[in-house]
């Protein structure tokens, strides 16, 4: 894992300015400090902070690539799987590799394949930016699922581009303010898929690629979807279900997946938290491997939240090297606002904090890479919304009675994480409703939490908004034709892919937290061969009567404890702030300074006495347990935007960035 950075101007004979392409890569030292290149042709600049997992020899692996015949450049964040079967195919036919490194591959693919031809054969996790000399063309493409994270905006003279918002804002031509839009979306957690906080910046959506085009000094951007998680039309499907062939396929599907990530030049090991999910990626790991495995796992102070039990029985029954990090919860506030500068984005939960620091755990036990079970939930219908959406709207045969009391037993089984991964009571978005048929689940806690949110920003941008409805924003950026005929569960869980999953899951709990650290994640059940067969894999399967994720514990069953092939789902999540008076201190501490009136009315974005309305709710008598876990996650957006303005509006970004380059010694 890399990071990249670039820049295309819309005038051929305009150079780009060598400093702006270094202290762009040096801003984003923290995701590559292995090395450092930058080259540049035609108007066209592209850098390189460099992370080394493949081809550890500095000079050979060093990026940017220009291609022998000086045709294309290209700069990779990410990696790439079974390119030595493609590579030595490629060989054969006369191709000659200068380097041992996956991304090379991609040089070799274009000229004869087109970009059509060569992203289905890509595999793996990754970002890049390509320019065709010959065409006047760059190319940014983002891999399936958004696992690398990949930005862009206009400027006056062309296009900046970069793996973190701060590498464009590095650029001294980057504007840096958050719109009125993008706020809100960040008070209520949910983002609009393709947006981000700051005007004017977009994200190349997963599975997409932006295609800019430089013709008469002008340029043409337009974005174009190469993959989507397809699932089937309702009448495409047997209605008899064998279950044997689908066990065995998930079974077939996750052991070429992992095999394939434990390639490296580096050691390799797991994330291991007491979830069915890294549980499985940890005994394919350990059956595959001929040595014990290390395994990191995060243990909470908090019985309620801390999985490390069943995560240290896993560990001992595949013989893993287990590393546990004792985590005090109530110090979690004591990095929250590095974690922002790394995520970029506002947190519902300090989740992500503790990952942040599991991720500098594992680089300070020389480890560079680990497998990760993110993807599994969204594959298999794991979390406990999609078992609402599935009693709720797809069991026809269950009689309304029924399906309540079903319903009734999910909330009582999940009471800590209503609020939060479940609404304290249900909501309807008309918009969302139209296009799916009901409002997914999934954004029911953020869609209530939205409702807080024309009272908390300031007034100004309170009228701005007046009209604006972020459950239609959502919607309208939804694909209709992949959601329409297709059974409720696959519907909520398309949803939740194309929202929750790119939007949260792999930002802040995966890419930006890893990578603060220097520390690449491979999220295994996201392999996209994997997902293309769970897609086809009949609901009743991934959700079969009150057991998710059915199919993967029959699959998974022979290496699992049973006492975790049994367990339910338990969401993972650290303490809320209220669940302990030290951690709720902690968090006033740091509210007492970016909530205060004057910081409010500096940064211009919230009300003063919308957010003592909060804290006066949250702290009254009549707030249940769910009340204060959603207004504990409503107070942490609220820090988070005041946190993203002071760190990235008011601070001197390209400064910044210049002297991180000097200090690096980067020319």
Not at 367 to 392: I, Q
Not at 551 to 561: F, H, I, K, N, T
Request: with cysteine; proline share 5%; aromatic share 8%.
């Amino acid at each position: 894992m890399c990071g990249i950075a670039g820049v295309i101007h819309r005038d051929r004979a305009r150079p780009v300015d060598p400093t702006d392409l270094v202290a762009m890569a040096a801003i984003q030292h923290h995701r590559g400090p292995d090395g450092f290149g930058r080259e540049s042709m035609d108007g066209v600049g592209f850098s390189h902070a460099r992370l080394s997992i493949v081809d550890l020899d500095q000079d050979r692996g060093r990026q940017p690539f220009v291609s022998a015949d000086q045709r294309l450049m290209l700069t990779k964040n990410g990696e790439l799987y079974d390119y030595q079967r493609i590579r030595a195919d490629l060989t054969a036919r006369g191709a000659r590799f200068r380097t041992k490194s996956d991304s090379e591959l991609i040089l070799h693919l274009f000229p004869t394949a087109g970009l059509a031809g060569t992203l289905p054969q890509l595999r793996g996790e990754f970002a890049f930016a390509l320019y065709d000399r010959d065409d006047e063309t760059l190319y940014l493409v983002r891999d399936r699922f958004g696992i690398k994270p990949l930005y862009w905006t206009e400027i006056a003279e062309g296009l900046v581009f970069g793996s973190e918002l701060k590498v464009l804002f590095a650029h001294p031509e980057v504007k840096r303010e958050i719109d009125s839009e993008g706020l809100y979306h960040q008070l209520m957690q949910t983002m609009v898929p393709g947006t981000t906080a700051f005007a004017g910046v977009h994200q190349v959506q997963p599975g997409h690629y932006l295609r800019v085009r430089r013709r008469a000094g002008e340029l043409r951007v337009d974005q174009h979807r190469y993959w989507d998680m397809e699932f089937p039309l309702e009448g495409e499907r047997s209605d008899g279900v064998d279950e044997q062939p689908f066990i065995d396929g998930v079974r077939e599907h996750l052991v070429d997946a992992v095999q394939l990530r434990l390639e490296a030049d580096v050691p390799v090991g797991c994330y291991l938290s007491g979830g069915i999910d890294s549980c499985s990626i940890m005994g394919l790991a350990a059956a595959a491997r001929q040595g014990p495995v290390r395994a990191f796992t995060i243990g909470f102070d908090s019985a309620e939240y801390d999985e490390t039990p069943i995560a240290t029985e896993m560990a001992r029954a595949t013989g893993a090297d287990q590393d546990v990090l004792r985590i005090d919860s109530t110090h979690l506030y004591d990095h929250f606002e590095r974690t922002l500068w790394h995520t970029e984005r506002t947190i519902y939960n300090t989740l992500a904090v503790a990952k942040l620091l599991m991720s500098q755990r594992v680089r300070e036990v020389d480890y560079k890479v680990v497998l990760t079970g993110e993807g599994s939930d969204e594959l298999f219908g794991g979390y406990p919304a999609f078992r609402r959406d599935m009693f709720l709207h797809g069991l026809d045969h269950l009689p309304p009675s029924e399906r309540q009391e079903w319903q009734k037993l999910l909330a009582e089984s999940n009471e800590q994480f209503r609020g939060a991964m479940l609404a304290e009571n249900a909501v309807e978005d008309q918009a969302l409703t139209d296009l799916v048929g009901f409002t997914p689940s999934c954004l029911q806690p953020w869609l209530a939490a939205g409702r807080r949110v024309p009272d908390l920003i300031s007034q100004d941008r309170r009228e701005a908004l007046a009209d604006y409805a972020p459950g239609k924003a959502i919607a309208e950026a939804l694909d209709g034709d992949a959601i329409r005929g297709r059974h409720p569960l696959d519907r909520a869980q398309y949803v939740w892919i194309k929202t929750m999953l790119e939007g949260q899951i792999l930002t802040w709990g995966g890419d930006r937290v890893d990578m603060a650290n220097s520390m690449e994640a491979r999220p295994a059940f996201l392999d996209h061969h994997l997902a293309q067969f769970a897609a086809g894999i009949p609901p009743s399967l991934r959700i079969k009567g009150r057991t998710e994720k059915y199919v993967l514990r029959e699959a998974m069953r022979g290496l699992l404890p049973d006492s975790l092939y049994r367990r339910e789902k338990f969401a993972f999540m650290a303490p809320p702030a209220h669940t302990d008076p030290v951690k709720w201190a902690a968090m006033r501490q740091l509210a007492d300074d970016y909530l205060s009136t004057a910081r409010i009315k500096e940064a211009g974005l919230l009300d003063p006495e919308g957010v003592s309305r909060v804290f006066a709710l949250h702290e009254s008598e009549s707030a249940t347990a769910a009340t204060q876990t959603q207004l504990d996650a409503i107070i942490n957006h609220m820090l988070g935007v005041q946190i993203l303005h002071r760190q990235f509006v008011a601070a001197d970004i390209p400064a910044l960035a210049r002297a991180r380059a000097a200090e690096l010694g980067w020319t």
